[in-house]
């Protein structure tokens, strides 16, 4: 809720958003204006102001014409994701894929997925688990393989410990972050059970050729030096009615993905006729992330 | 259960070719015999099948194009069926089967008469563009899941059209278990991201 | 009524200089204080400019490459900025434990050195508020953390309180140091109706600090080796045995450099107080081990990563059982009142407590705490070169704040500076 006067223009009045501007890093690719409000309190016509400003720079910054979307959750919609680990070969296909299509960082690398390669004879071990394998072929003898990304807990630690507020669990189910409203404290980084989240270390590289220049503000748009990121389920995706680029790009069908709301999706199917397990399931996060044996 | 499914059209020769190079260069699995993957589809577009009172939009299947199927073009009147189990030596020696050979071989799911079609336990003779109802008698939990969506790889919407895919697009049915793929690299160890 | 009772000039009647005139005159003798002095003050601050000059060096560097320049990565994100900060919450937390004695029991030797703990704990805050700044990815973006411009994340986020009580206290003891040194410049007696509570409250603020930090590693629920009952009252213990020490090096520097006047008997006191804290500190560090060693569960491997180290990753160990030794070694020192009171074994006790706990409340909860991480995966962290300028940095602004703090102090509370009577009064 804004007050009456807009922070915004009360701010730029008293400090001036010229000096703040330079003051707030020459790496913000997106010159947003430095006093623009949490995402959840900007009005329409701001965060339309918002859209316009991201396309405008984006466009030039990577000379393709972006498209970036802000669209909000619908109504009558959950998403849960299920897992397959019966059938995932560890092929990491997934990981590129979302590399790809959610513009992350190359140099510094960041993978919103990473895939644990576990002993078939230990089960669930996490400290056992190598992120790490390598091989000339997957599946391992003896291992299975586990991806982790974000669960989109619906008891989220991360946004129980963000000190600004700027991760919350939108209506659908999705835990967003405010990629400009981020102070980078990396409370939601120590917070997260499952690794989930990712700190900008340094600038993000993102080569103009490979940019998908179809984004979303609280996705898949391209981040800054600071602040923390994590899978979003594709929301840019998910929201339009598509599957995430993990469930298209799995070779072996191990991903399925869909609306727990809608009896006669995928999703509801899993949890009514699979064994289903979550991961640290005492933690009582209560991911929407399943993970299934088929 | 019923899954919302559009009326019966061809998918457009453009998506259809689009899904094809998808498949084919994400892999679905090397097969252990020579047959590639799906090559570009015929020019009539896909095949619509109904199956209970359901209609899967699948692309063509494998060897659809003129050069391999129809499969009666050598096997006519003048080739006559030979019903003696044995190594085929004449033709088709690529073919070796990995799928329950103690007990099948190659004249329990294609018809002896008629080799344009598959043939089911009980006689049937179906499409080889509903050859998932010959995968379903077996594999019965795999054929409901496929049906669900659960089973095998999904493309399309959550909450619209779906793209299905036939068993045999990802699984070679002379081999069909799925050979080992190189995976992608390993992510960079946090020691050294300088 | 802490009036110092060593001052060499008799009590006065309350001169007639107005209030403005007086603040004036502060104002001018604070800059008087920080601005002349001997060789060695000159050199010590001088060396602590350049430290300073060195961490801001080395902090620009960082702001330009980001917190890649830093050994922290997405397996252990927080490391020796936030290690830092967590011991200095400590230490500032302890300036209380003279106050207790002070206020609460009227001990009168005391009484005179309570402004040097308010001293620390003001110097000590700012070190943390510079620690944290230190530390964020957007220091740009940390007026989203003021309350009405920003948005601060109550009641749920703890960083959030973390800030309010830390900011709360930091006030609290500019507003009673201010207070007590101008009543004493304008030889008032300081009104006790205002100053007492202040002070009294200063109590729980202090405890209320370091609880509130030790919530905020408590609360997760991912890191068990965080998520145990015992950490707060872990924080308490280990706080309030190493802030004291450094008051106490610093209250014999003082004697002797600055001729304060602190009477053994006050060192001897405090000195035993930290004595039972630094059997608090071990027992519940027994506790602890106890615990995890007995029940034998997957968290066991944090305790096992910092004294025994896990699948050859072993870098902290030697750290950790320095810490161990430190504090064992210090408690024995402080236990028998000989060694505690003789100046030689008191200030080496005070050195290996200091040691002792930062080794432990510093890297040894930080770091474990976060490895092996929630996926199992062990990556070694050590403190880059540019971390510990950075860190070298904010110690020596700290320094320089207590230094200047004690150069305006020292003379008012040695009675040496006083307003100076007008006859042209209104």
């Known amino acids: 809720m804004s007050p009456e006067i807009s922070r915004r223009e009360f701010l730029c009045v008293v400090a001036g958003c010229a000096a703040a501007a330079a003051a707030g890093g020459c790496s913000d690719v997106t010159h947003t204006p430095y006093f623009r409000d949490n995402f959840r309190d900007l009005s329409k016509d701001e965060v339309a102001a918002l859209v316009a400003d991201l396309e405008r720079d984006l466009s030039a910054k990577y000379g393709k014409d972006v498209e970036v979307s802000a669209q909000g959750p619908r109504a009558g919609v959950q998403f849960a994701y299920a897992l397959d680990i019966s059938r995932c070969i560890g092929c990491r296909r997934c990981v590129y894929g979302c590399v790809e299509e959610n513009n992350q960082s190359r140099d510094p690398q960041v993978h919103w997925i990473r895939v644990l390669e576990m002993d078939k004879e230990r089960g669930i071990d996490f400290h056992e688990a190598n992120p790490y394998y390598d091989a000339e072929t997957v599946p391992r003898p003896g291992h299975f393989y586990l991806p982790v990304a974000c669960q989109q807990c619906e008891n989220p630690p991360c946004v129980k410990s963000c000190p600004v507020g700027a991760t919350w669990r939108d209506d659908d189910g999705i835990v967003v972050i405010d990629y400009d409203w981020c102070i980078g404290c990396r409370c939601c980084v120590s917070a997260c059970p499952y690794g989930a989240r990712r700190f900008n270390w340094g600038e993000p590289t993102l080569p103009a050729e490979e940019m998908n220049p179809k984004v979303h503000v609280l996705g898949n748009r391209p981040r800054q030096k600071g602040c923390v990121e994590k899978c979003t389920f594709c929301v840019h995706r998910v929201r339009e009615g598509r599957y995430p680029r993990c469930v298209e790009v799995c070779p072996t069908g191990a991903r399925k993905f869909g609306n727990l709301l809608d009896p006669s999706s995928e999703i509801r199917y899993v949890l009514e006729h699979k064994r289903v397990v979550v991961l640290k399931n005492e933690l009582n996060t209560r991911p929407r992330f399943f993970y299934f044996f088929g | ?194 | 009524m802490p009036v110092a009772a060593h001052a060499a000039s008799p009590a006065l009647p309350a001169p007639a200089v107005g209030l403005w005139r007086s603040a004036a005159d502060f104002l001018g003798h604070s800059v008087r204080a920080v601005l002349r002095g001997g060789p060695v003050y000159k050199a010590w601050v001088a060396g602590l400019l350049l430290v300073m000059g060195l961490g801001l060096w080395a902090y620009l560097r960082q702001l330009d490459r980001g917190l890649l320049s830093t050994a922290m990565r997405d397996q252990v994100s927080w490391g020796f900025y936030i290690g830092n900060f967590t011991f200095l919450v400590g230490v500032a937390a302890a300036a209380v434990l003279l106050v207790i004695p002070a206020y609460v029991y009227q001990w009168k030797p005391i009484k005179e050195v309570v402004i040097l703990g308010e001293l620390l704990a003001i110097s000590s805050i700012v070190m943390c508020a510079l620690f944290v700044l230190v530390d964020v990815g957007r220091p740009d973006r940390l007026w989203h953390l003021l309350p009405g411009i920003g948005r601060l994340n109550l009641p749920s986020s703890l960083l959030a309180w973390d800030v309010l009580v830390l900011n709360g206290y930091l006030v609290l003891n500019v507003v009673i140091v201010t207070y007590l040194l101008f009543s004493l410049f304008r030889r008032r007696h300081p009104s006790t109706r205002f100053f007492l509570p202040l002070v009294l409250f200063s109590i729980p603020a202090a405890i209320g600090i370091h609880t509130v930090t030790a919530f905020l590693y408590n609360g997760f629920a991912g890191r068990p080796f965080w998520n145990a009952s015992i950490l707060a009252p872990r924080f308490l213990a280990s706080a309030f045995c190493s802030g004291p020490a450094v008051l106490l090096i610093l209250m014999q520097l003082l004697r002797r450099f600055a001729r304060f006047e602190i009477q053994d008997t006050a060192i001897w006191k405090v000195a035993e107080l930290m004595a039972y804290a630094m059997f608090l500190n071990l027992f519940l560090l027994g506790a602890e081990v106890f615990k995890e060693v007995y029940s034998d569960t997957e968290h066991l491997v944090h305790m096992r990563y910092m004294f025994t180290g896990v699948d050859g990753s072993s870098a902290i160990v030697p750290w950790m059982w320095l810490s161990v030794a430190c504090s064992i070694a210090a408690f024995v020192l402080f236990l028998v009142p000989r060694t505690r009171r003789h100046p030689v074994t008191l200030n080496l006790g005070c050195v290996l407590i200091f040691t002792g706990v930062y080794l432990e409340k510093g890297m040894g909860l930080v770091i474990p705490g976060l490895t092996p991480d929630t996926l199992g995966e062990i990556y070694e962290y050590f403190p880059t070169w540019n971390e510990l300028a950075v860190a070298a940095g904010v110690f020596a602004t700290g320094s320089l704040v207590f230094t200047l703090l004690v150069k305006v102090a020292a003379p008012i509370l040695s009675g040496a500076a006083r307003v100076e009577e007008r006859s042209d009064q209104p």
């Open chain 2, 1 to 194: 259960m019923t899954s919302p499914r559009p009326a019966a059209r061809p998918l457009a020769p453009t998506a259809l070719v689009a899904l094809v190079v998808a498949l084919a260069t994400t892999g679905c699995g090397e097969p252990a015999v020579h047959a590639p993957l799906p090559q570009a589809p015929a020019a009539d577009g896909a095949a619509v099948v109904p199956v209970d009172e359901m209609k899967f939009e699948v692309p063509p299947p494998p060897f659809s194009s003129p050069d391999v199927f129809p499969c009666s073009e050598c096997h006519d009147a003048e080739l006559p069926p030979n019903p003696k189990r044995r190594a085929l030596t004449m033709a088709h020696e690529d073919v070796v089967l990995h799928h329950d050979e103690e007990h099948r071989w190659c004249l329990d799911c294609h018809d002896a008469q008629d080799r344009d079609m598959l043939r089911l336990a009980n006689g049937t003779l179906v499409r080889f563009e509903e050859s998932y109802r010959l995968c379903g008698q077996c594999h019965g939990d795999k054929y409901r899941d496929w049906r669900a969506g659960v089973h095998g790889r999904r493309t399309g919407s959550w909450d619209g059209p779906k793209q299905y895919l036939l068993c045999v697009h990802c699984h070679n049915s002379h081999a069909p278990r799925f050979k080992p793929i190189p995976p992608r690299p390993a992510p960079v160890r946090p020691g050294s991201i300088r």
